[in-house]
């Protein structure tokens, strides 16, 4: 069992914030699935091929997957760059850490996580980054 989710709602009220202020972390850009709110969560995220992986430290339940999960895409605030992600899956562990960087760290074992969240970079931001990577710049 992931971590408990009223643990989630501390974080969220309290650390999200100082994490916010921060500004160290990649943050996740989403609205709420009733709210229509639009929220920003400090995450970690993984940059895998075509897109990036978040390790699901609460489950599937809390609040900012069933958001990404009901809209379909958010943003990610990653290195200073807004991203365009989409088509949110749920995949187990075994397939998150098959796409995981080797530098990436696995949470501890006694946190007993099995779910992961893989979001796919939007065909405009690969784009830039192929433009960016042989040395073109966008037109202003």
Known sequence: MPMPLWFGQVNKRIFNKLELK???????IHTGRTSKRR??????AHRVAHGFVFILVYGSE????????????AQL?????ELALAE???????????MMP??????????????????RRGAEDENQAVAEKVGLKENS
């Open 77 to 81: 605030r990653f290195e200073g760059v």
């Open 88 to 98: 949110p899956t749920l995949i187990d562990e075994e397939a998150a850490w098959a």
């Open 39 to 44: 929220y920003e969560t400090p995450l970690d």
């Open 102 to 119: 080797a530098s990436a760290k696995r949470p501890p074992e006694f946190l007993h996580i099995s779910e992961y969240l893989f979001m």
């Open 22 to 28: 921060k500004g160290l972390r990649p943050v996740l």
């Open 62 to 73: 809390s609040d900012w997957v069933k958001n990404v999960l009901v809209a379909g895409s």
